[in-house]
């Protein structure tokens, strides 16, 4: 693949993350927001005299413009990184048209980035979760995250080179089910983390981690989508005379 079309593929590649940012965004102002005022309310209910801070960025604004910003921004830069992964990966995962090889990748990169490591680290409103924490369970998140990634690749690799003797089938059930055996290794070994306060709405907390799975299916579905589309049409592009013989077919009298 030549620098010019990878040059294509990564501005088309953030385009479509641009327009699956703005899926997503629609998603957490309506499913997620009203959650996070509610966890919100609950802190500041349970919250000391002493303990309020002076609110530096009203919630408004955070809810708003802010959300639409690090959402917008994060899909932008997503965009762009997936779009140079799908550069390396089509054409290596398989004979699949370039829509296809978007959708597949897509949904990997959505299991491998964010699915397994929710299932073990799942994402918490505010009021959940003890300050003096927050950099032992950030580091332990983006741990899950990177063993997920480079299991996934790991499991690719094993799947091709299994193929040749078991057949693409058998090499892929082999291949996943060896993905799901260290995974659930990780999960058994890696530190549990449990901060939720005992009086804690246990239907704020579980509306507002569906809420953020939502997102994020919205936004690599989303972007698998869009950015397939735009992908086959830069690289199997249609004809020009089967377009006119269209044309005039259609034009044509009977």
Not at 133 to 140: F, H, S, V, Y
Not at 219 to 230: A, I, K, N, Q, S
Request: hydrophobic letters at 55%; a positive charge; aromatic letters at 10%.
């Amino acid at each position: 693949m030549n620098s010019a079309t990878v040059r294509n593929l990564l501005v088309r590649g953030m385009l479509a993350g641009l327009g699956a940012g703005v899926l997503a965004l629609i998603a957490a102002y309506f499913l997620g927001e009203p959650n996070v005022d509610r966890a919100i309310g609950f802190e500041e209910a349970h919250a000391h005299a002493h303990d309020h801070e002076v609110e530096l960025v009203s919630r408004g604004l955070q809810s708003t413009a802010g959300l639409a910003t690090g959402v917008l921004i994060y899909g932008i830069a997503f965009g762009g990184i997936a779009a140079l992964a799908y550069c390396v990966a089509l054409g290596r995962v398989g004979r699949f048209t370039p829509r296809a090889t978007a959708l597949l990748l897509s949904g990997c990169a959505l299991l491998a980035v964010y699915v397994v490591p929710f299932l073990k680290y799942p994402a918490n409103p505010p009021a959940v979760g003890d300050g003096d924490t927050i950099g032992k369970r950030t580091a332990l998140y983006f741990l899950m995250m990177v063993l997920s990634v480079l299991l996934a690749i790991a499991a690719t690799i094993l799947g091709k080179r299994l193929a040749p003797r078991l057949g693409t089938w058998y090499a892929t059930v082999a291949a996943v089910a060896a993905f799901a055996v260290v995974i659930g290794v990780a999960y058994a070994f890696l530190p549990v983390v449990n901060e939720v306060p005992a009086d804690f709405p246990a239907t704020v907390l579980w509306r507002f981690r569906l809420s953020a799975l939502a997102m994020q299916l919205i936004l690599w579905g989303g972007f698998g989508l869009l950015f397939g589309e735009l992908a086959e049409r830069l690289l199997n592009p249609r004809p020009a005379k089967d377009e006119e013989s269209r044309t005039v077919a259609t034009a044509a009298p009977n």
